[in-house]
């Protein structure tokens, strides 16, 4: 049985970015942040609303049926953290990792509405 690369190198995105996003919304859920978010001068709630939804978004990548919807949630997400970042004067060297997500997460979903369109990834 030959496995279409297109599903593999989906799978592996998946993986990785829900991976990825789930640890990053349990660092948020579990107040290990608070100090950023303090220092940053943003209500804790904003601290457990964000992890709330990275850890939505990240079991919508590994549904299907909500994975073009998860990304798209996601990409504004991380588009906010960036913004966020600037705004509070944030380096932006530290956000490499969230500029690599939104790549990641961009890769994703294109190749995901390529796919329901039919066409070649």
């Known amino acids: 049985m030959n496995a279409n690369p297109n599903h593999t190198i989906i799978r592996v995105i998946t ?3 829900g991976t990825v996003f789930i640890l990053a919304g349990l660092a ?7 100090d950023q978010f303090t220092a940053w001068a943003h209500p804790v709630e904003l601290m457990y609303t964000v ?17 073009i919807w998860a990304s ?21 060297d530290e ?3 969230m ?9 994703l979903l294109i190749t995901q509405l390529l796919m329901r369109t039919g066409q070649k990834a």
């Open 51 to 67: 992890g709330v939804l990275e850890i939505l978004g990240a079991i919508g990548l590994f549904r299907p049926k909500l994975r």
């Open 72 to 92: 798209l949630g996601l990409i504004g997400l991380m588009f906010a953290a960036i913004y966020t970042h600037q705004n509070d004067h944030i380096p932006l």
């Open 28 to 34: 948020k859920l579990s107040g290990m942040m608070e």
């Open 99 to 107: 500029i690599g997500l939104n790549l990641f997460l961009i890769v």
């Open 95 to 97: 956000d490499r990792l």
């Open 15 to 17: 993986i990785l970015l």
